[in-house]
Structure formats: C-alpha cells, structure tokens
C-alpha cells in the first residue's frame, strides 16, 4: 500500500511539512524531524492538544476520553492518538512548540558494538549503539564517520534504513554496511575493532542533501554493489511521499554470495505495488535456476526495457559502471536530463 500524505500546517511557528497518513500527527512529525508539544503519548495527560482550523483528522478506535464536549466542539484533538487524512491540516498548538531537533551539527560520541553479522563473505552488517541525542530520520540519507585515531579518514557509512513495523526515530541502535576492502589503513583498525563489545568514535549524522529531484514519470534505478545501500533509503523515501508511477531496481553484483539486502527489496516489492526489483550477477552458476540475470546491466537492460524513451533514470556506482550505463541507456532512448548520475564515494 503506498502512503499518502498530509501537508501540515501550524502558522505560529512557521512549521510547513508533510507526512504520512498512517500514523498519528506525533510519529508521523517526528519522522519527519518535527517536534511537536507531548508527554504521555497515551491520550491521558493532554499536553497534545490541537485546534484544527482547516483540514480532517481521523480519531476513530482511539483514546481521547480526556477531550471535553467543549473541545469536541471547538475542533480540538490528540495529536498523540488522531491521524490526518485530508490533503492539509492547518493545526494550532494549545501547548508551547519546544526548539525544533537539530540535525544540522553532527555530532562526535562513543559507541558500542551490541553485534556483527556476515552478510557476504566481504561485507559485515554492524549493529552500534548511539544515544538519545543522535537523531536518525527515517528514509533519510543520513549516514555516520569512524573516528580513526591519528588518522584523517573520512568515510561515509550509510544509515540502513530497514521496512519494520518500529515507529521509534531513535531505538539506541543504527545499522551500517562495512565493506573492509576499501582502505588498507582503514582496514587494519577495523579488523582490530569490530569485536561485539569494542568501543569505537563515531561522528554523525550527516544528512547527505545530494537527493536527485524525481519528475512524474517511470523511474529506473541502477545501482551497483554496495551502493544499494544509498539507493534502497532514496527509494524507501520517495515511496514514502506517495510518488505512485512504475519504479523498477536493478541491482549489480559479482556472486549470489555478494548479494546484499534482497530481504529489503522483496519486502518493498510486498508493500508497494509500484516497485519491482530484478537482480543481474557477473558470473554465472551454471547450477543455478534461479530468477537472477546474468552479466552486466548494460547486456541486460534491453530484456527489461527495449525502449526508456519515457523513463528517469538514476544510476549509482563507480566511474566505469557510470560510463557503461549511460552509454547504453542513450542507446535505448533515454534523454540526457532524465539522467541522473551518483558516483560511487
């Protein structure tokens, strides 16, 4: 089912967003990075309260025995238990809107690793413990650094941003792919660190404001390797604003064993019927009778579209991969500016 949304409107605090509809006004805010005035999230101690002054808020099944017949009334809700379901709301706060969560200035704090599981032989998926101050968006592209002590390496580790039914912004722990191949230096602390129960620095969030404008029309991405990562968050993000044209994935790797995150893409493929995803492997099992494609995506991609006259396109990966894709993509009639291209870094 694809989400829609709401656009939220709260005039005295200049506050103009939008968010989803299947949560209330208080989660769905705060995935949205907006803090809005609560305590109790129970629907008992009031502090929630809002005026509706345009718009439609459903609060059917849900506790709001604290409201009076006078606010009932007067349009007054739980932003804590009432759900949007019109295009707008134009609410007004009855409590004080607290400053808003910052997450413009990254911060450095230590960190613990509660687990490590070997997803490829190459990649491990680490588990880290962050605090209450670290505030990690949903669907965003946010991602961390690993302080290295006496070195100035700065690596970029991608937040993975998995489909669960948890609504918290911040459960004390992230998730991030490590690829140890990329960096001998690099490589030698890790291998020394990544022990459940070491602590390492880390630095973050960064909020990676590198997010390519998607027009209304089919959307093809192309991604290579561990560069799903980046791509399965931009894509969870623009599911999650309603976008409801045809989105296909195709995904690149060397080996069925160098797959990543296939659990992921078939869970968005479950939820969205606009989203499908196919994966093409490098080297061939000739055991195998699996549903995968076989060689690079530019031998492939004409038995998926013979035609992307009509698509956007979104490519991530390196140098070589980018040169190869465009080139066959201009093959098949793609247009120069419905061609976006994220290089690997």
């Known amino acids: 089912m694809i989400s829609k949304l709401t656009n939220i409107l709260i005039p005295a605090y200049k506050l103009d967003y ?7 006004i208080i989660q769905a805010s705060l995935n949205r990075n907006i803090k809005l005035p609560f305590s109790c999230r129970s629907g008992v101690c009031g502090t929630c ?13 849900k506790v709001n025995h604290i409201l009076t017949e006078s606010d009932k009334n007067n349009n007054i809700i739980l932003t804590c238990q009432a759900e949007a379901i019109s295009d707008l709301l134009v609410l007004e706060m009855l409590s004080p809107v607290s400053k808003q969560l910052d997450t413009e200035k990254p911060k450095e704090m230590i960190s613990e690793i509660l687990s490590i599981k070997q997803v490829t032989l190459k990649i491990k998926d680490i588990k880290l413990s962050v605090s209450k101050r670290f505030i990690f968006i949903p669907n965003k592209l946010s991602y961390i650094e690993i302080i290295i002590p006496g070195s100035d ?6 937040i993975l941003y998995k489909n669960t039914n948890n609504d918290d912004i911040n459960c004390g722990h992230i998730n ?3 690829d140890k191949r990329k960096n001998l230096h690099l490589n030698k602390y890790l291998n020394n660190t990544l022990i459940i129960g070491e602590i390492i620095t880390i630095k973050g969030p960064y909020l990676d404001k590198n997010f390519p404008p998607f027009p209304d029309k089919p959307t093809l991405f192309l991604s290579q390797n561990i560069n799903i990562i980046k791509t399965l968050n931009i894509i969870n993000e623009l599911l999650a604003t309603g976008f409801d044209h045809p989105i296909m994935l195709i995904s690149y790797f060397d080996d069925k064993k160098d797959i990543l995150l296939m659990e992921e893409m078939h869970k968005l493929q479950f939820l969205y019927k606009n989203f499908s995803y196919k994966i093409t492997l490098l ?18 991609i004409n038995k998926v579209f013979p035609d992307l006259g009509l698509h956007y396109i979104y490519m991530n990966g390196d140098n070589q991969f980018l040169i190869e894709i465009n080139k066959k993509v201009i093959e098949l009639g793609s247009k120069e500016d419905n061609i976006y291209t994220d290089k690997n870094n």
Request: proline share 0%; aromatic share 8%; glycine share 4%.
């Open 176 to 178: 991030i792919l490590i």
């Open 153 to 158: 390496i700065k690596e970029k580790y991608y």
């Open 18 to 24: 939008n968010i989803e509809r299947n949560k209330n």
């Open 49 to 61: 309260k809002a005026k509706v002054l345009k718009g439609k808020v459903n609060t059917n099944n």
């Open 283 to 300: 080297n061939k099992d000739t055991s195998s009778t699996s549903r995968f494609l076989f060689g690079s995506i530019a031998k492939n």
